[in-house]
């Protein structure tokens, strides 16, 4: 286990498994619903998101309950990547009790082609969970990742930019999760 800025990231390869899963949590400094909106906010990910180039939400069904879409990362020293996840809304939240959290899957079936010049992450699972602390002052949130990045990266070096990308990630989201305090 690795610790950084106040994140923990706990890294392991799966029983069969291609690359490492990475699991890292921190304590954001803003209530649930603060963390939550900066997560749920898909089409804005370029403003808030490390290396995400482009985001678009492709469909929503069940009232926002599952959503499909679509990030184009430009992240340093690779190819451009995409991605499409069919996102589930897996809460049990009631009266600021309870968590909030979103789980997703790569999504298979009418997907958009891919691009030319950019590789498709074709296993992407993870979720984010949020928990409220100090009486939902603060919020304990876990992010979960398992991904290969695809194309011709040798697992050393997916590995490396997972374990790397995951604190960034974090830090994003605490950085605009505390914002909406101020």
């Not at 286990?1 to 069969?16: C, F, H, K, Q, Y």
């Not at 929503?60 to 589930?88: H, M, W």
Request: glycine share 6%; aromatic share 10%; hydrophobic share 35%.
């Amino acid at each position: 286990m690795a610790r950084d800025d106040g994140i923990s990231v706990l890294a392991r390869t799966p029983e069969g498994g291609s690359v490492s899963e990475v699991k890292a949590t921190t304590l954001v400094d803003a209530p649930a619903h603060d963390v939550w909106r900066v997560i749920r906010d898909y089409d804005n990910y370029t403003k808030t998101m490390p290396y995400t180039e482009e985001s678009k939400v492709l469909s929503s069904e069940q009232d926002g309950k599952i959503t499909v879409f679509y990030c184009l990362v430009n992240a340093p020293l690779v190819d451009k990547r995409d991605f499409i996840i069919r996102i589930r809304d897996e809460s049990d939240w009631k009266d600021g009790k309870g968590f909030l959290k979103t789980a997703w899957t790569a999504a298979t079936e009418g997907v958009p082609p891919e691009k030319k010049g950019v590789v498709r992450v074709k296993l992407n699972t993870g979720y984010w969970l949020m928990e409220p602390r100090e009486e939902g002052k603060k919020t304990f949130v876990t992010y979960y990742l398992y991904t290969d990045p695809g194309g011709s990266l040798p697992k050393w070096i997916a590995d490396k930019a997972n374990k790397t990308s995951v604190p960034d990630v974090l830090r994003a989201v605490r950085k605009h999760a505390t914002a909406a305090k101020k």
